[in-house]
């Protein structure tokens, strides 16, 4: 059983930093995709990151390149998203998801993943 554990949400100012964990257990991720995506109220779910576990290829949505990384930990079986200068309009819950195949590529489609984390709030005050 894969299970995803979101961390490091939190209430910062426009402008600021957080940094998001994503804690995976239950199997070897190493041929995974892992990504992030947020929500918020009102809207639909929305893809922010991606990266092959192998590879370390990543993908961003337009919105973040630039300001958002994602990376990975494999002694830690960790996933980051490291997000600078954020603002408003990023409040939101953000989500880790897995996809197992490593080879999907439709990867801003929360049905190309198979497993996803409960979620952690990002408040970002103006």
């Known amino acids: 059983q894969v299970q995803l554990v979101e961390s490091g949400g939190g209430l910062v100012q426009a402008g600021g930093s957080l940094r998001l964990s994503c804690a995976a257990s239950?199997?070897?991720?190493?041929?995974?995709?892992m990504g992030w995506f947020r929500q918020a109220p009102g809207k639909e779910r929305e893809f922010v990151a991606a990266i092959r576990w192998s590879s370390g290829i990543t993908y961003y949505a337009d919105s973040v390149k630039g300001r958002f990384t994602i990376s990975r930990d494999n002694a830690k079986n960790t996933v980051y998203l490291q997000m600078n200068s954020l603002k408003p309009e990023e409040t939101a819950v953000y989500y880790c998801?897995?996809?197992?195949?490593?080879?999907?590529?439709?990867?801003?489609?929360?049905?190309?993943?198979?497993?996803w984390g409960q979620g952690t709030q990002v408040t970002v005050s103006s």
């Open positions: 239950g199997r070897t991720f190493s041929g995974y995709t």
């Open positions: 998801a897995a996809e197992v195949d490593g080879s999907r590529r439709n990867l801003s489609k929360t049905y190309e993943y198979d497993y």
